[in-house]
């Protein structure tokens, strides 16, 4: 049994790929972990707010110091965090948008990097504090970037991986729904995506 945590960040709602991917993963790993619960997170429809100077100073003051309205400006960074910690296994839906995620799932990311709780700092670099997690990356994209011409500009996995690897989240199998722009690839793309998907 897993606690499933599923981060949903397309603005394309019912017909969204990185969507239906991410369903088809988390039911195979209901189908390998019977009894597997799932908190679902749609990140447009939450609208985190970029971060800025009160978020900021509030993540560095210690919490016995913390204000009223700092409190309030880090409540749902705190509740995302706790979200984070709860679940043995993420699958992370993350569409290509000009190159990169969309800006929802960036902003998640924003709001639980947290230095002390999610990762620390030692002499030899960050330290992750989110350990023992298994991700799953559902991507999807109108080119093809895991390999041919469009691997040079393959951003999206490997920017992930290294930020999930800093918070100490190392193990990430990635899944793309790919090319589905492109004709005589998008007709097989999802079918393909879906063939490729391993849960361990
Ligand atoms: C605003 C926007 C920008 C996009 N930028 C890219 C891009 O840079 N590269 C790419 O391969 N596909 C791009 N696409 C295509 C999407 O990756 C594709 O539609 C994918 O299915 C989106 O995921 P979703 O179906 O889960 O929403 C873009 C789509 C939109 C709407």
Known sequence: MKNILHLKSSIQGAASYSIKLGNAIVERIQDKYPGSRVDELDLVAMDIPHLNPLVLQSFFTPADQLTGEQKEAIHLSDTL????????????GAPLINFTIHSSLKAWIDHI???????GYSATG???LVNGKKIYIAMSSGGVYSEGPGAANDFVAPYL???LG???????????AEGLKVPGIKEVAMERALESIEID
Do not use: C, N
């Open 81 to 92: 965090v706790k979200q984070l910690f709860a679940a043995d296994v993420i699958v992370i």
């Open 113 to 119: 990097t947290r230095a002390g709780i999610t990762f």
């Open 126 to 128: 960050p330290i992750g």
């Open 161 to 163: 991986k290294a930020f």
């Open 166 to 176: 800093i918070l100490g989240m190392t193990d990430v199998s990635v899944f793309r």
